[in-house]
């Protein structure tokens, strides 16, 4: 940093750069703030006068990418899961793995074996209603729990003030920076240089179609919890129903998103991938599996299929809550943090 902070070529690329010149000196705390600010363009090492050969070696992406994945390492909550994020890879297989057998081996216990060779007319008449939902919102309140205790350990390291005297135009425009992902441009806004030496905005549209897939999945969810509970209109629901729309068109965003990502991280050029002990590559298969099962289901209606593919879609979302909590969806987290304080540090 000290020598970007001399050289300054790069000032116009992302927010890191301005949010660098405000310091003279780099302690732990403002290394990790900067590396979370960073989106991973690659703009810098593309056009960095002192990469390698150069006897410097500078290479920002890398490095921060580093200090990122230990800043999800130290400020987890609590600290003994640590060992949880530092075999994402293994933890996420076992958690899919387990949570499917339990599924598996309770629905078995409940109808005996011809559950799994017959259809159904209702999901809920392989597992009832009460117990998906008992076992989802007890799983969301320990996510929103371990983010909330994770986030205000972030929060008070970045030395930003208590949530309430920050003001609005700052939360505005670092939601604005999330939606749209600009530090993704490359600093002219024709994306970035994930592949090599020509920018490009792929990374950033199919982060786009995994970002906004997932949150109209999110909200069909809530939608069907309305229908349920408030509506008295409980599942399974038509093709033309809002619940079912939004789940449908962001389950196919989520499902081309999550594939493209993944594709985009196998071209990615070495120099720039960083290891992240498989958080990266986990949060993708499981959003990725997540939406191609939550999609099968429908399909698999009068099919004998059904009991199995119902085991093995909620098996995966368990997974995936504990990705939530201890993986690499962590990261958009910590960057909303990062992106508040840079946009803090702007206002007057
Ligand atoms: S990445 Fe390289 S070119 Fe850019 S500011 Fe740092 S030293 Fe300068
Ligand atoms: S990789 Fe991109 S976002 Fe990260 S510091 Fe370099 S230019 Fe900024």
Redesign the pocket.
């Known amino acids: 940093m000290t020598i970007c902070n001399a050289c300054r070529y790069?000032e116009g690329?992302?927010a890191?750069f301005p949010a660098m010149e405000k310091h003279l000196t780099f302690d732990a705390s403002t290394i990790e703030y900067l590396a979370n600010l960073?989106?991973?363009?690659?703009?810098?090492?593309q056009h960095c006068q002192y990469a390698e050969p150069h006897e410097f070696a500078v290479n920002?992406?890398d490095t921060?990418a580093a200090v990122r994945t230990s800043s999800y390492v130290n400020h987890i909550w609590p600290g003994m899961a640590r060992p949880l994020v530092r075999h994402g890879r293994t933890f996420s297989f076992v958690s899919a793995l387990l949570a499917t057998t339990v599924f598996s081996i309770g629905v078995y216990l409940e109808h005996g074996g011809q559950v799994f060779s017959r259809s159904h007319d209702s999901f809920y008449e392989v597992i009832p209603h009460g117990v998906m939902a008992g076992t989802f919102s007890v799983l969301g309140v320990a996510v929103l729990l371990v983010w909330t205790m994770s986030l205000v350990r972030f929060w008070r390291i970045l030395g930003l003030p208590s949530a309430f005297f920050i003001d609005r135009q700052t939360y505005v425009r670092a939601l604005k920076s999330m939606l749209t992902l600009e530090?993704l441009g490359g600093g002219h806004g024709k994306g970035c240089y994930q592949h090599g030496e020509r920018a490009s905005q792929i990374k950033r549209w199919f982060h786009h179609l995994t970002m906004y897939g997932f949150l109209l999945c999110f909200a069909a969810t809530s939608l069907g919890t309305v229908y349920h509970y408030v509506l008295q209109f409980p599942a399974p629901y038509d093709w033309l129903t809002g619940p079912k729309l939004l789940g449908t068109l962001g389950g196919v965003s989520l499902l081309f998103g999550s594939a493209g990502l993944y594709w985009s991280r196998r071209q990615t050029t070495p120099e720039i991938d960083t290891e992240d002990y498989g958080m990266g590559v986990s949060l993708i298969v499981l959003l990725f599996a997540t939406s191609l099962s939550g999609l099968a289901l429908p399909l698999l209606k009068d099919s004998s299929w059904l009991g199995v593919a119902l085991c093995l879609h909620l098996g995966i979302v368990v997974a995936m809550f504990t990705c939530f909590a201890w993986g690499k969806f962590m990261h958009g987290m910590y960057r909303a943090v990062a992106l508040i304080k840079s946009e803090h540090d702007e206002l007057p």
């Open positions: 790069c690329h992302c890191v960073c989106h991973q363009c690659g703009a810098c090492f920002v992406p921060f530090n």
